[in-house]
């Protein structure tokens, strides 16, 4: 399984911009997998976003972007992306895709295949 996030760029703040997930392999075909998004600001630890199984369609949102982002997927389950609207300053950070068999989607062990990371920079 591969992933690849891309969509990251500079912002002003109250913006939006729209992250994207690709995956190759069984991640996105498998009903088990759930994808998640993670982000790590400098100096911070990761801290999860959002995620979305893709058997039932449920999605899940962190307490400090719920309301101003939403992750979502492609009818053809290729592609799961994060629209952040709304943004701030302290949304500044690397943004993760993740897959995994997971229990607890907030959990970063519990999901095995990670992407590279994506910068987003939002500018006061």
């Known amino acids: 399984v591969q992933l690849q996030a891309f969509g990251g760029g500079l912002v002003q703040a109250g913006g939006s911009q729209r992250l994207s997930c690709a995956a190759s392999?069984?991640?996105?075909?498998?009903?088990?997998?759930?994808i998640g998004w993670f982000r790590q600001a400098p100096g911070k630890g990761r801290e999860f976003v959002a995620a979305i199984r893709p058997s039932s369609n449920t999605t899940y949102h962190g307490d400090s972007i719920k309301g101003r982002f939403t992750i979502s997927r492609d009818n053809a389950k290729t592609t799961v992306y994060l629209q952040m609207n709304s943004l701030k300053p302290e949304d500044t950070a690397v943004y993760y895709c993740?897959?995994?068999?997971?229990?607890?989607?907030?959990?970063?062990?519990?999901?095995?295949?990670w992407g590279q990371g994506t910068l987003v920079t939002v500018s006061s």
């Open positions: 392999g069984r991640a996105f075909g498998s009903a088990s997998y759930t």
């Open positions: 993740a897959a995994g068999a997971v229990r607890f989607v907030n959990r970063e062990r519990e999901y095995d295949y």
